[in-house]
């Protein structure tokens, strides 16, 4: 026991670090605080080092030896979104439920942002770090969520990947997501059920794992009904409000045949709604709307909104609880939680004479 003692206690040195790589300690520095432009071959050999001698997590091997700290880390693009702001409440309530803190990030969906909050949570003993949402997945992502899942592995921590799936089932991250596919396929199918053909997916955002899984969703809801592909309408405008009011504006200037819209979630859908009362038309007389999430504040809307629940607060709740119970065996690990339709007041049949141009005095 006595001559283990010096080596449990010894810390790897930001100099040993700077050595292993052939650069001066002031490299290092820029490198692992990510605030200073490095060229990428320097980058990846810092990095490398820095694993290799494990460099943060054994400056942290005390802490994490007793525990580390109870901290939960959720890293989000904005808490402005329902959704966003419905998640981590749900990790901060299971947090809090077991005496953890909780600390919130936002990037904007800035990778280096993103880089930077994972870093520091790392430093600071964060146990488990969760990252929320849909995101592009090219090949800059893939290599920074393997990095991180090393990273925070190796420091005895956790990555959690909420709303997206792993890049790579062999990194040690844990994911817990919804079943966008098949909420969106099923929403899809109400509006076909409703007698709806024309129906246009309003929200697209190519590569966006959320919304690719909902368009593919309802690809294959209006393939099994008998419509042939070129029937699906996927208007890639993204997300937000204003996104959807400019997009569902211009819509409705240019293709008149349609009767449904499908927003790609429910801020889509609230944008969609004052551009078709804008234009003199009635939700659902003339147009059925529908949306995705059931934020809140959907039932608010005017008419209330036809909208797919998704269990964002118990998406929160589920990332840390699922980690924290089986730590061991979370890595790697993939949960998927069940969405279901609300239905509300922004559906009907399509109407029987084509749409016209709007009325001079909209009821």
Known sequence: MAEAEPTAKRRVTIREVAERAGVSMATVSRVLSGNHPVPASTRARVLRASRDLD??????ARALVGGGRKMVAVVLRQVTSPFYAQVAEGVEAEAASRGWLCLVGTTGGDPQRELEFVQLMREEGARLVILVGGVVEDDAYRERVAHYAQALDSAGARLVLCGRPSPDPDIPALVVEFDNEAGAHAITGHLLSAGHRGIVFLGGLPGNTALDARVAGYRAALAEHGLPPEAAQVVDC??????????????????????AVFAGDDMVAAGALRAIADAGLRVPHDISVVGYNDIPLAEDFNPPLTTVRTPAEELGRAAVRIALRDPEHAAGAHHLLGTHIVVRDSVQPPPQAPRDAAPDHPH
């Open 55 to 60: 460099y943060v997590a054994n400056a942290h």
């Open 238 to 259: 993204g997300l937000g409000r204003a996104a959807g009011h400019r997009a569902m504006t211009q819509l409705l200037k240019e293709t008149p045949d349609f009767t």
